[in-house]
């Protein structure tokens, strides 16, 4: 995978840094049409990466998230590379009620956990997304309609585990023409190495499976 993120970027402590996901979703937005009468709007910014390379690209950029130290985060590697960014801080539905945006970018929350219970602090609020991996997904999917102009785009970037099949039926049932246009298979990382026995008790991985897809989805607003 290539990429096209900002080089140099900071991360306080508990913040997400760039991985697989940013650099895969990073790579869809690269072939979208950016311009400076563009308005994103990136959902759970964490360093600040995508919003970056968005703005990089002219686009007017909002970026939201719930965690403090993301946020100043963003803000602070907006500064280091003088680039403008509004970074505001709080649920992403909070911040945009009435506001449309020619596309929404988010790499959000997607690992199952197996409590129910969205953490509230810490660095596993920046992944862990309740027992099927779609408490953040799924509000985005039914929230897409309103946050997008007419031929606006969503690119949102999840595990397969958490059914890509799933987010398509969702997407199209509200009303968006949706795809999944790119894919990536990579190594589990620690979280899920964790938690390999309760994922496999769930019916979500395979025994001894070690490589986890990625999915980018593409939707469109008609």
Request: hydrophobic residues 45%; proline residues 7%.
């Amino acid at each position: 995978m290539t990429t096209t993120l900002p080089a140099g970027l900071v991360a306080l402590p508990g913040v997400y840094r760039p991985q697989a996901d940013t650099y895969l979703l990073s790579d869809a937005l690269a072939r979208e049409h950016l311009g400076p009468a563009t308005e994103v709007l990136e959902i759970g910014t964490g360093t600040g990466a995508l919003a970056l390379q968005a703005a990089a690209r002219g686009a007017q950029v909002t970026t939201v998230d719930v965690s403090w130290s993301a946020v100043t985060t963003a803000r602070l590697n907006a500064w280091m590379h003088r680039v403008p960014l509004a970074v505001l801080h709080g649920d992403f539905q909070a911040h945009t009620g009435g506001r449309r945006f020619d596309l929404v970018v988010s790499n959000p929350p997607y690992v199952p956990a197996p409590s129910g219970r969205i953490p509230s602090r810490g660095p596993a609020r920046a992944w862990d997304a309740g027992p099927d991996g779609r408490a953040i997904i799924d509000r985005i999917c039914a929230g897409a309609p309103t946050l997008l102009r007419r031929d606006g785009i969503l690119l949102m970037v999840h595990s397969g585990m958490c059914g890509a099949d799933e987010t398509l039926g969702r997407l199209s049932t509200a009303g968006l023409t949706a795809e999944v246009a790119a894919k990536a298979s990579v190594p589990w990382g620690p979280v899920l190495r964790s938690r390999r026995t309760w994922l496999q008790q769930q019916g979500l991985a395979a025994e001894a499976e070690e490589r986890e897809e990625l999915v980018v989805i593409r939707a469109r607003r008609s």
